[in-house]
């Protein structure tokens, strides 16, 4: 069964707290969350932070930098033992981007922006959930400067973390190139070689 909860990013902080609703999935060992936002930005800088789900590096965060970069970090278990995904595709001042995020408990996370750019990594994640907070993140200094809304659906259950496709074929495609230049290369070195002459027996 799926749960949806969405709030309102309006360029303030929105601090609900320990909101049972999504702080009860959050922190169980199993299971998955996907969190879906809508952003745009009124200006960039380091180290705007759309939400947070505790104080400083104990929960998840997402945070965007002065070149638009977002990046979600969630912690391991303590805040000094921290996972991170950033996506490659960046947010732009003034214009509407899509950010999708998925924790999944027993494998790690992913992060893509606008359908692009998706981008993952594999680990146990045990985030607190303590401080819902929306529009500002880690502390009351890293606020979001901009509007948009934010999604939390619970109720997912996935065994196995989600590799993108692409990444799949992108290392295929690196494995295949790398067993051909091997045959290439082999082949012209035994090219070069000089054949094998009989020594004439005294």
């Given at each position: 069964?799926?749960?949806?909860?969405?709030?309102?990013?309006?360029?303030?902080?929105?601090?609900?707290?320990?909101?049972?609703?999504?702080?009860?999935?959050?922190?169980?060992k199993h299971g998955e969350v996907r969190?879906?936002?809508?952003?745009?930005?009124?200006?960039?800088?380091?180290w705007q932070n759309i939400f947070q789900t505790s104080d400083v590096n104990a929960g998840i965060r997402l945070e965007i930098d002065e070149n638009g970069l977002s990046g979600v970090i969630v912690s391991e278990g303590t805040p000094d033992?921290?996972?991170?995904?950033?996506?490659?595709?960046?947010?732009?001042?003034?214009?509407?981007?899509?950010?999708?995020?998925?924790?999944?408990?027993?494998?790690?996370?992913?992060?893509?922006?606008?359908?692009?750019?998706?981008?993952?990594?594999?680990g146990v994640v045990k985030p607190k959930c303590d401080r819902l907070r929306i529009g500002?993140?880690?502390?009351?200094?890293?606020?979001f400067d901009g509007?948009?809304?934010?999604?939390?659906?619970?109720?997912?259950?996935?065994?196995?973390?989600?590799?993108?496709?692409s990444a799949k074929t992108f290392g295929q495609i690196l494995v295949i190139l790398g067993s051909i230049m091997w045959v290439v290369g082999d082949t012209f070195t035994r090219a070069k070689e000089p054949a094998a002459r009989d020594e004439p027996s005294s």
């Amino acid at each position: 069964m799926e749960d949806q909860f969405s709030y309102e990013i309006d360029g303030k902080s929105n601090d609900l707290g320990e909101e049972s609703r999504i702080c009860n999935i959050l922190e169980k060992k199993h299971g998955e969350v996907r969190i879906s936002i809508l952003v745009t930005p009124n200006a960039l800088r380091n180290w705007q932070n759309i939400f947070q789900t505790s104080d400083v590096n104990a929960g998840i965060r997402l945070e965007i930098d002065e070149n638009g970069l977002s990046g979600v970090i969630v912690s391991e278990g303590t805040p000094d033992q921290l996972l991170g995904a950033s996506s490659p595709s960046l947010l732009t001042i003034g214009k509407q981007s899509s950010i999708s995020i998925i924790i999944a408990h027993d494998s790690g996370i992913t992060i893509s922006v606008n359908g692009e750019g998706v981008s993952g990594v594999t680990g146990v994640v045990k985030p607190k959930c303590d401080r819902l907070r929306i529009g500002v993140g880690f502390d009351d200094t890293r606020g979001f400067d901009g509007t948009g809304s934010i999604m939390f659906e619970t109720g997912f259950n996935r065994k196995r973390f989600p590799i993108p496709q692409s990444a799949k074929t992108f290392g295929q495609i690196l494995v295949i190139l790398g067993s051909i230049m091997w045959v290439v290369g082999d082949t012209f070195t035994r090219a070069k070689e000089p054949a094998a002459r009989d020594e004439p027996s005294s």
